[in-house]
Nanobody, 122 residues
């Protein structure tokens, strides 16, 4: 079992920045690939970014490439999502997820946090 707790969401103006954190507890954090997903009202949950267990490989949705950066600190059992140049369309609940393999689809992840709201005003 892995427990995940997100933090760092909030209200920000367009063009601003936020950094989300996801703290993990339970089984060995460094064994898991980690992903960030988001879900806006009335929409399906979508992939944002993921990072391999070592941090050596990262993947991004086209919509966030060049603006968002995923990173992890295995010593702190934490994964981060630095979000810059935020746009109103980034408004959503952001979830972190863990899986031994990782991937681009929510169904590929075994463990989920409760989510944190990000609201970007225009």
């Amino acid at each position: 079992q892995v427990q995940l707790v997100e933090s760092g969401g909030g209200l920000v103006q367009a063009g601003g920045s936020l950094r989300l954190s996801c703290a993990a507890s339970g089984r060995t954090f460094s064994s898991y690939a980690m992903g960030w997903f988001r879900q806006a009202p009335g929409k399906l949950r979508e992939f944002v970014a993921s990072i391999s267990w070592s941090g050596g490989s990262t993947y991004y949705a086209e919509s966030v490439k060049g603006r968002f950066t995923i990173s992890r600190d295995n010593a702190k059992n934490t994964v981060y999502l630095q979000m810059n140049s935020l746009k109103p369309e980034d408004t959503a609940v952001y979830y972190c997820a863990a899986d031994e393999g990782g991937g681009y689809y929510p169904s590929e992840y075994d463990y989920w946090g409760q989510g944190t709201q990000v609201t970007v005003s225009s």
